[in-house]
């Protein structure tokens, strides 16, 4: 199985920035992308964002294009989420997520457990 582990959120205000971190480990051959997803109080999840391993191709939502960039390092098998010009909108549990490219765009067949990010006014 892979597992993933995401940290780095926390309480930022308005226009500020935040860095999450998802570690993946475990038998990570069967992951060909991964990204994240986001999920707002009394709401369903959303993509967020995400990224074929080994290769350029990035998808963002919408909401976050211009704002977030997603990164990886491979020699720390971490990816980042960099959210830069955060708006309240952008308050919710941040969930890492590996799976595959595809419509959804991403196919997530693995989550992490979530990190919690709250932007205020």
């Known amino acids: 199985q892979v597992q993933l582990a995401e940290f780095g959120g926390g309480l930022v205000q308005t226009g500020g920035s935040l860095r999450l971190s998802c570690v993946i480990s475990?038998?990570?051959?069967?992951?060909?992308?991964m990204g994240w997803f986001r999920q707002a109080p009394g709401q369903e999840r959303e993509f967020v964002a995400a990224?074929?391993?080994?290769?350029?191709?990035?998808v963002y939502a919408w909401a976050v294009k211009g704002r977030f960039t997603i990164s990886r390092d491979y020699a720390k098998n971490t990816m980042y989420l960099q959210m830069d010009s955060l708006k309240p909108e952008d308050t919710g549990v941040y969930y890492c997520?590996?799976?595959?490219?595809?419509?959804?765009?991403?196919?997530?067949?693995?989550w992490g457990q979530g990190t919690q990010v709250t932007v205020s006014s």
């Open positions: 990224s074929r391993l080994n290769s350029d191709p990035t």
């Open positions: 997520a590996a799976g595959a490219l595809g419509p959804g765009p991403l196919r997530a067949d693995y």
């Open positions: 475990g038998r990570t051959a069967s992951v060909d992308a």
